[in-house]
């Protein structure tokens, strides 16, 4: 079985997983009866963990190696703790359900991604080429359950994500290299790294990125339903954004080594400020729905690309596990969580789309911040 089929296996359904949460879960919270301040608390959870959880699990793959014993414990709480699900459909219950299984999921990810790495040796330039298959696994399952909560309760989403961390369990039993065990006497290396100020600015340009991403991530879909768009409708709109993903991801390699992350930084954050106005003020018109969906290319697909190569250039072999986790809880953990609390009350407070264009001018602050910050030299990738 050859290395890319078992690393693009695990994006997959990992990337599937998330394709059932972030367009629906919203949409099942409503069915179960919460609010849209209940519906924010718990999807902010999601996010929340990921402040914690990547960073512990990180310290003790750096430390310890055994990395990849942690994706397979971590797979595996994963789908002990969904079950609790089944449990009871009280919001405290939900929030502590969805800690723990957060918690576990979330600190999965960053672990594989330096196995990723590791694994691709010389060839670290094709790794947008094994995640594009995160972004397919997404499409699959986004367009799919669209499709099919047309016709069923949208209730039944429970058992389709049980179903992908199922998947998500067994494939973790591949084997795969991973780094040896760090040299602890280098961990000062990791707190250098942190201090640099190209580092910082980094950190809190993806902060603010993610923060934009919140009503997207938390009330896309609601919002698109309340403009009279069908549930098919709203899964293939999610798919389009992944499906631009995938074509932008294809590519990304060359980009890489034509152009430095600080270019491609900048334009990024330019079209995704544009996308956010966009979903604020046109989204009664699909056209322009489908259009800003494209530039999910640019607001994920990119800047998560650049950020990968920016953490592997700016911290040390020894700290590549923390370095990864320190940019995930920053980005998509303290940012998104905010970002999904702060929409909630935006939302209901003054409609979904003040929140989108709220969002636009957080994209266009870190915008400023990328331009005034990475004045300096960004690293580019090498052929």
């Given at each position: 079985?050859?290395?890319?089929?078992?690393?693009?296996?695990?994006?997959?359904?990992?990337?599937?997983?998330?394709?059932?949460?972030?367009?629906?879960?919203?949409?099942?919270?409503?069915?179960?009866?919460?609010?849209?301040?209940?519906?924010?608390?718990?999807?902010?959870?999601?996010?929340?963990?990921?402040?914690?959880?990547?960073?512990?699990?990180?310290?003790?793959?750096?430390?310890?190696?055994?990395?990849?014993?942690?994706?397979?414990?971590?797979?595996?709480?994963?789908?002990?703790?969904?079950?609790?699900?089944?449990?009871?459909?009280?919001?405290?219950?939900?929030?502590?359900?969805?800690?723990?299984?957060?918690?576990?999921?979330?600190?999965?990810?960053?672990?594989?991604?330096?196995?990723?790495?590791?694994?691709?040796?010389?060839?670290?330039?094709?790794?947008?080429?094994?995640?594009?298959?995160?972004?397919?696994?997404?499409?699959?399952?986004?367009?799919?359950?669209?499709?099919?909560?047309?016709?069923?309760?949208?209730?039944?989403?429970?058992?389709?994500?049980?179903?992908?961390?199922?998947?998500?369990?067994?494939?973790?039993?591949?084997?795969?290299?991973?780094?040896?065990?760090?040299?602890?006497?280098?961990?000062?290396?990791?707190?250098?790294?942190?201090?640099?100020?190209?580092?910082?600015?980094?950190?809190?340009?993806?902060?603010?990125?993610q923060l934009s991403h919140g009503p997207y991530y938390t009330f896309y879909s609601i919002y698109m339903e309340d403009?009279?768009?069908?549930?098919?409708?709203?899964?293939?709109?999610?798919?389009?954004?992944?499906?631009?993903?995938?074509?932008?991801?294809?590519?990304?390699?060359?980009?890489?080594?034509?152009?430095?992350?600080?270019?491609?930084?900048?334009?990024?954050?330019?079209?995704?400020?544009?996308?956010?106005?966009?979903?604020?003020?046109?989204?009664?018109?699909?056209?322009?729905?489908?259009?800003?969906?494209?530039?999910?290319?640019?607001?994920?697909?990119?800047?998560?690309?650049?950020?990968?190569?920016?953490?592997?250039?700016?911290?040390?072999?020894?700290?590549?596990?923390?370095?990864?986790?320190?940019?995930?809880?920053?980005?998509?953990?303290?940012?998104?969580?905010?970002?999904?609390?702060?929409?909630?009350?935006?939302?209901?407070?003054?409609?979904?789309?003040?929140?989108?264009?709220?969002?636009?001018?957080?994209?266009?602050?870190?915008?400023?911040?990328?331009?005034?910050?990475?004045?300096?030299?960004?690293?580019?990738?090498?052929?």
């Amino acid at each position: 079985m050859s290395l890319y089929f078992k690393l693009s296996s695990f994006y997959f359904f990992y990337f599937a997983l998330l394709g059932g949460l972030a367009p629906y879960w919203g949409l099942y919270l409503e069915d179960t009866g919460f609010n849209l301040i209940e519906i924010a608390q718990i999807t902010s959870i999601l996010m929340v963990t990921k402040v914690l959880a990547p960073n512990v699990w990180a310290w003790v793959g750096d430390h310890y190696g055994k990395r990849l014993e942690l994706v397979r414990y971590g797979t595996l709480l994963t789908l002990l703790f969904f079950l609790a699900f089944y449990l009871h459909t009280g919001f405290w219950w939900y929030v502590l359900v969805m800690a723990l299984f957060s918690f576990f999921w979330n600190a999965v990810l960053p672990q594989f991604e330096v196995i990723t790495l590791y694994s691709l040796g010389e060839k670290r330039e094709r790794y947008s080429q094994v995640r594009l298959w995160g972004s397919i696994g997404f499409v699959a399952s986004v367009v799919l359950l669209g499709l099919v909560f047309d016709y069923i309760s949208i209730a039944y989403l429970r058992d389709f994500l049980l179903i992908i961390i199922i998947f998500i369990a067994l494939v973790s039993l591949f084997s795969f290299s991973q780094p040896a065990r760090t040299n602890l006497r280098k961990r000062g290396s990791f707190v250098r790294a942190l201090k640099s100020p190209l580092v910082i600015s980094f950190l809190v340009i993806n902060f603010l990125l993610q923060l934009s991403h919140g009503p997207y991530y938390t009330f896309y879909s609601i919002y698109m339903e309340d403009l009279g768009y069908g549930r098919s409708t709203i899964g293939i709109l999610w798919a389009v954004g992944v499906i631009a993903e995938v074509l932008l991801f294809i590519v990304m390699h060359r980009l890489l080594r034509r152009f430095s992350l600080r270019r491609i930084i900048l334009v990024s954050l330019v079209l995704t400020t544009i996308r956010w106005l966009l979903v604020g003020t046109c989204s009664d018109v699909l056209f322009v729905v489908v259009l800003a969906q494209f530039i999910h290319a640019a607001s994920f697909g990119a800047m998560h690309a650049v950020a990968i190569h920016f953490v592997h250039h700016n911290f040390s072999s020894d700290n590549q596990g923390q370095g990864q986790a320190i940019y995930s809880s920053v980005s998509f953990g303290a940012g998104g969580a905010l970002g999904a609390l702060l929409s909630g009350i935006i939302v209901t407070d003054y409609g979904s789309a003040m929140a989108f264009n709220l969002a636009a001018i957080a994209s266009a602050t870190a915008l400023l911040i990328a331009y005034l910050g990475f004045k300096d030299k960004m690293p580019e990738i090498s052929t």
